[in-house]
């Protein structure tokens, strides 16, 4: 990593478990499991009380252990290797961990884990819960679990808008109280499942009373007893937690996060059984796209805060409204065209601005102080102002009129007069609203939903049409974008640059244009700087650009002129 790029924001050391236990293959089973329960904290031992009140969470348990020989890790002991046991006339006492540890196992070398997102997908693929870390030497260094995963991705972010019905999974193996333990252990083992859920037939309604996990059976086997003969009540674990279809995931992460429980069921009207959410239907949620949005949503964070920081140290604050007053600023001009017919079919407004002492700054330098300071209100109105003049004027000139993009910064957008100014100017400039785009960034649609949701109604009732900027590097889930009425979708620069070389990007920005164009949304990209770039967009159904391959943004004089003598057929032949 380069020395100005900025780290990684999410840390990988959250996920993984600082506790873990390494064994000896010639360990004798009843040893390691005294060993892992060790590491793992103590049971939960409540027989009774349905409240959640009288829940005592436990530890979160890593229920494996890495079997370790010269140093070197050679396999893993799970719980679901000693179930398998149940069935047979093994006994922990005289069964070893070489006999039924699984190996050889799959495992990720700590230097390689730089990434959340690769851990995951390597354990989604493989379908196990337990991924070793090892150093150079093949010798352990932690383990990642399921769990510990979901607990370094910031997930509450994009669960608002699910439900626990879209996650769970519908097919619950069932088992009644009197089922043995022994029948359970052979479903469990066959089925590969890690829990089971024991219901009570009431009414001709199957209603959830307990659960048996591995780590439930697992604990018995220790004592030794006649597994084939204890019933399943003796086992379970209660009080059994559950949740409705329409409860939000947010909900279902909290209680599993709070409680330390893997598993949940979710019940019906009636209290009957509809499903089970575990930890692999919640991280399954976690699909490439989203985490990439994640990932990125923290770095831009961290960069912007710090811009913002080594900018108004110099104090620029007072020198931005000075600047206003002596009609410092200025608007620029960047086209957007529609490559398969060639026509501008609209432009984006890019303030600058023009210092007599500094000469011309560009507005990533003042704008994030102006969001900083309530500046961006008086400098967000005139630049609303200037856009709907321009209208006015080509309107007055007889020249072209297309569509002005107007940028909006997430504080003006949350200003409750926004609307009513916006519906003011236009009266006042007696423009066709239609000629009037905002461009707003993600960031906006998860913050403040309801008030962001209302605002877009009354834009759109105004007859103004939305954009969402920047897109890919905020939130990136189109899934949740949809729930808000807008037009286009402004694919970030970073996406496009180089997009025929990069696959990672290029399978991204394929996703969401398919997405976009499914969920009839228009997608522009911006940032368009070579033919190349400008070719792959199309062949994967992106038709409108903007960038330097067309134009840089131009002050309006030489805007008007480009306009009028564009020709992209003849421009795009020559810049080959
Ligand atoms: P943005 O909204 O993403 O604007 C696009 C930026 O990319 C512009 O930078 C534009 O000049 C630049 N750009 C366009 N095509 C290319 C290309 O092919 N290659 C490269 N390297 N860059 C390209 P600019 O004008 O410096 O604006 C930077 C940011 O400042 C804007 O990003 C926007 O977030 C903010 N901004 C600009 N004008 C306004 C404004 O009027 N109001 C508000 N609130 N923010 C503004
Ligand atoms: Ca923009
Ligand atoms: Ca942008």
Known sequence: MSSTETPMMIEVEPAICSEYCTIAPTTF?????????????????????????????????????????????????????????VNTKA??????????????????????????????????????????LV????????????????????????????????????????????????????????????????????????????????????????????????????????????????????????CMTELKIRRLVVTGKNGELLGIITESNLSQLLDPIEIYGILEIFRR??????????????????????????????????????IKTGKIIGVEALVRWLSPEKGMIPPNQFIPVAENTDFIIPLGKWILDQACFQIKQWQELNLPIIPISVNISPRQFCQTDLVTYIKEIIDKTEIDPCYLKLELTESLLVEDVEITLDQFKKLKALGISIAIDDFGTGYASLGYLQHFPFNSLKLDRSFVQNIHQNTKNAAITTAIIKMAHQLDFEVIAEGVETKEECDFLLTHGCKIIQGYLISQPLPITKFNKFMLNFNYFSNSEKSI
């Not at 027989?47 to 050679?74: F, G, M, W």
């Not at 150093?135 to 932690?142: D, F, H, I, L, Y």
């Open 29 to 85: 089973l009843s040893e390691a499991i005294f060993k892992m329960s060790q590491t793992q904290g103590n049971y939960c031992d409540i027989s009774s009380p349905k409240k959640k009140e009288n829940y005592i969470p436990t530890r979160q348990h890593i229920s494996c252990a890495l079997v370790v020989e010269n140093d070197q890790l050679i396999g893993i002991l799970t719980e679901r290797d000693l179930v398998k046991l």
């Open 91 to 132: 006994t922990f006492q005289n069964t070893k961990v070489k006999d039924v540890m699984t190996s050889p196992v799959i495992s990720l070398k700590v230097e390689e884990f730089t990434d959340l997102f690769m851990a995951y997908n390597l354990m989604r693929r493989h379908r196990f819960r337990h991924l070793p």
């Open 135 to 254: 150093n150079q030497q093949n010798s352990p260094v932690g383990v990642v679990t399921l769990g510990s995963l979901r607990q370094a991705f910031h997930l509450g972010y994009f669960l608002r808008f699910r439900q626990a019905e879209e996650i769970m999974t519908h097919q619950v193996i069932c088992a009644n109280i009197s089922t043995s333990v022994g029948e359970l252990a052979n479903i469990m083992t066959t089925q590969r499942v890690s829990c089971v859920v024991v219901v009570e037939n009431q009414n001709n309604l199957p209603i959830p009373v307990g659960i048996v996990t591995e780590r439930d059976i697992v604990q018995f086997q220790a004592m030794e007893l006649n597994l084939e003969q204890l019933k399943t009540e003796k086992i379970m674990s209660q009080p059994i937690f559950s949740v409705k279809p329409d409860d939000s995931v947010v909900i279902v992460h909290q």
């Open 301 to 338: 964070r961290v960069s912007q805060l710090e811009k913002d920081k080594a900018i108004l140290l110099q104090g620029k604050g007072l020198e931005l409204q000075k600047a206003l007053e002596n009609n410092e600023f200025c608007l620029y001009y960047q086209p957007q065209v529609n």
